[in-house]
């Protein structure tokens, strides 16, 4: 009977942890938050998800949101860095993919073609599911740290930026030890200045989507099947909008296995892939203190 009851209880603990991480209370920002890539301002204000394994809080004062997420799962890790991560904005509190940040890229968004061989090759060298080391995804991520797009309703409404250029919008990603943090500061309202806000106000739920990308095999079939060594070397290196409406943009516009190699090397029909990452939370925001 006692251990019907501590199961009982587990499976309670289970539940309520379930609901805590569907939704969560912003907290009234003090300040003290800086968009470095550390999460130590944020202290014991992250709520753990145990299904995906990582962090998450969120922030928030009269004119910014700001946005906590940080990892310690390698498996997690590489999804982001390789396949990137959108950031989605849905103000309205359901799950719209209207408004969102990519950040960092997909390396097949990437322009560089060196970056991309040696991403392809890193992914057909997970065939036997060989985790990748902490130095390596650090130098991968160092390589993807400085382009962002903001994207729109449709998948080809993108803004292609650097970090730099953002007006308003602050991000950074970065590890600390072996935790990879990532942090966001968005602005709630539009200014003169500020091309891209939620356009929402304290009084409001809205909604927070996390969601990395995919891989296209077939683009990286016909690099290989051109012949052009971009895929396949045994002696590579083993590395791999603006809103519409009312939201994003202001009136300034501003499977678990990665596939094989066959052969001296290239992309195998059927190839398959761990499922992206997707997580939603709604997000209560703080009125004041």
């Given at each position: 009977?006692k251990?019907?009851?501590?199961?009982?209880?587990?499976?309670?603990?289970?539940?309520?942890?379930?609901?805590?991480?569907?939704?969560?209370?912003?907290?009234?920002?003090?300040?003290?938050?800086?968009?470095?890539?550390?999460?130590?301002?944020?202290?014991?204000?992250?709520?753990?998800?145990d299904?995906?394994?990582?962090?998450?809080?969120?922030?928030?004062d009269?004119?910014?949101?700001?946005?906590?997420f940080?990892?310690?799962?390698?498996?997690?890790?590489?999804k982001?860095?390789?396949?990137?991560?959108?950031?989605w904005?849905?103000r309205t509190?359901?799950?719209?993919?209207?408004?969102g940040?990519?950040?960092?890229l997909?390396?097949?968004d990437m322009?560089?073609?060196?970056?991309?061989?040696?991403?392809?090759?890193?992914?057909?060298?997970?065939r036997?599911?060989?985790?990748?080391?902490?130095d390596r995804?650090?130098?991968?991520?160092?390589?993807?740290?400085?382009?962002?797009?903001?994207?729109?309703?449709?998948?080809d409404?993108?803004?292609?930026?650097?970090?730099?250029?953002?007006?308003?919008?602050?991000?950074?990603?970065?590890?600390?030890?072996?935790?990879l943090?990532?942090?966001?500061?968005?602005?709630?309202?539009?200014?003169?200045?500020?091309?891209?806000?939620l356009?929402?106000?304290t009084?409001?739920?809205?909604?927070?989507?996390l969601?990395?990308?995919?891989i296209?095999f077939?683009?990286?079939?016909?690099?290989?099947d051109?012949?052009?060594g971009?895929?396949g070397?045994?002696?590579a290196d083993?590395?791999m909008?603006?809103?519409?409406?009312?939201?994003?943009?202001?009136?300034e516009g501003?499977?678990?296995?990665?596939?094989?190699?066959?052969?001296?090397?290239?992309?195998?029909?059927?190839a398959?892939?761990?499922?992206?990452?997707?997580?939603?939370?709604?997000v209560k925001?703080?009125?004041?203190?």
């Amino acid at each position: 009977m006692k251990n019907l009851t501590f199961l009982l209880f587990l499976f309670s603990l289970v539940i309520i942890s379930g609901c805590n991480n569907k939704t969560i209370q912003s907290r009234w920002s003090s300040g003290n938050v800086v968009i470095d890539g550390n999460d130590t301002d944020w202290g014991s204000t992250l709520t753990y998800n145990d299904k995906s394994n990582f962090m998450y809080g969120v922030q928030n004062d009269g004119k910014n949101l700001y946005l906590c997420f940080a990892t310690n799962d390698p498996d997690l890790q590489a999804k982001i860095i390789r396949m990137g991560l959108t950031v989605w904005f849905d103000r309205t509190g359901g799950d719209n993919q209207n408004f969102g940040i990519k950040y960092p890229l997909n390396f097949q968004d990437m322009n560089f073609h060196r970056t991309e061989s040696e991403d392809n090759q890193s992914i057909m060298r997970q065939r036997n599911q060989e985790p990748m080391s902490s130095d390596r995804l650090k130098s991968m991520l160092s390589r993807k740290l400085n382009d962002l797009e903001i994207v729109g309703r449709n998948k080809d409404d993108l803004t292609r930026m650097t970090v730099s250029e953002l007006k308003g919008i602050e991000v950074k990603m970065a590890f600390q030890s072996s935790t990879l943090v990532y942090e966001m500061k968005m602005p709630l309202t539009f200014s003169p200045g500020i091309p891209y806000a939620l356009n929402t106000d304290t009084s409001q739920t809205i909604s927070i989507g996390l969601e990395t990308g995919t891989i296209d095999f077939s683009k990286i079939k016909s690099r290989g099947d051109r012949g052009d060594g971009s895929i396949g070397s045994d002696n590579a290196d083993q590395g791999m909008g603006a809103g519409d409406g009312d939201m994003g943009t202001g009136d300034e516009g501003g499977g678990n296995s990665y596939g094989r190699r066959r052969g001296g090397g290239g992309y195998q029909s059927g190839a398959s892939m761990p499922e992206p990452f997707s997580f939603w939370s709604e997000v209560k925001l703080a009125s004041g203190k």
